[in-house]
């Protein structure tokens, strides 16, 4: 599995961006593909995830309402849509994956800890007021 991130750029408070996550390896099958985020000066952190099989969807709980993630089996990508965008979303924004046979706690737990394995280079979103 090899990431690579799209979609990234410069927007307007309050506007919408559409992320995209595609494999330029193999393909996502029995994968959890994930989102993540590192602001300028702060720690990475955990959006959510989606399950590539079951399409199960799982978000931080500071993450629900304004962040969406989808998947696109024909197009095998995973996308992060991004809603009434803030400043403080002004980050690079990263896809990982993880092989998903673990069960949905293990995943979870991998996710909380930011450990999945194959990570793609990144997106910058930076917001402007």
């Known amino acids: 599995v090899q990431l690579v991130e799209s979609g990234g750029g410069l927007v307007q408070a309050g506007g919408s961006l559409r992320l995209a996550c595609e494999d330029s390896?193999?393909?996502?099958?029995?994968?959890?593909i994930g989102w993540f985020r590192q602001a300028p000066g702060k720690e990475r952190e955990g959006i959510g995830y989606?399950?590539?099989?079951?399409?199960?969807?799982y978000y931080i709980d500071s993450m629900k309402g304004r962040f969406t993630i989808s998947m696109d089996a024909a197009d095998k990508a995973v996308y992060l849509r991004i809603d009434n965008l803030k400043p403080e979303d002004t980050a690079v924004y990263y896809c990982?994956?993880?092989?998903?046979?673990?069960?949905?706690?293990?995943?979870?737990?991998?996710?909380?800890?930011?450990?999945?394995?194959?990570w793609g280079q990144g997106t910058q979103v930076t917001v402007s007021s």
């Open positions: 990982a994956a993880e092989p998903a046979n673990g069960g949905s706690s293990w995943l979870r737990s991998r996710f909380r800890r930011l450990d999945f394995r194959r």
């Open positions: 390896g193999v393909d996502f099958d029995d994968y959890a």
């Open positions: 989606i399950s590539w099989n079951d399409r199960y969807t």
